[in-house]
């Protein structure tokens, strides 16, 4: 079976929305409850050898330090944390595509969500812990 074909696979088995973007693309919609309040678009993707996926985690904020993240991103396996110009946080990850099963593709997608919702809640607490303007 392909990774295409086993992503396919996996994906019509989660609950919630998916969507077929194009041959070897797709989008997963996580629930807020399971993404830290609010809903997480996953990009995910076949390409050139790689099972990617990617998702927007939080918007840039002064009260984020990008330094943690780095060194966050020490402490992950085949997830990592990752900014745009603007400072907005996104997640990413990559898988051998030749190597993908159902499996690896939940492993790959938990992931996702769990280093989306780390972030996210960083995000909360650092910008609750901004100086009050007086």
């Not at 079976?1 to 989008?27: F, H, I, K, N, Q």
Request: glycine share 6%; hydrophobic share 45%; charged share 25%.
């Amino acid at each position: 079976m392909s990774a295409a074909e086993t992503v396919d696979a996996y994906l019509a088995t989660l609950p919630g929305t998916t969507r077929r973007l194009a041959p070897g693309e797709w989008g997963v919609t996580v629930e807020p409850d399971f993404a830290a309040g609010w809903p997480l678009d996953i990009g995910i993707r076949v390409a050139d050898g790689l099972l990617r996926a990617q998702a927007f985690a939080c918007a840039h904020d002064e009260m984020l330090d990008p330094w943690l993240l780095l060194n966050w991103n020490r402490q992950t396996r085949f997830v990592r944390f990752a900014c745009a110009r603007n400072g907005d946080v996104w997640v990413h990850a990559d898988l051998p595509a030749a190597t993908t099963d159902e499996r690896s593709v939940d492993r790959l997608l938990g992931l996702v969500v769990e280093g989306a919702t780390v972030a996210r809640r960083y995000a909360v607490e650092a910008c609750a812990a901004r100086p009050s303007r007086s």
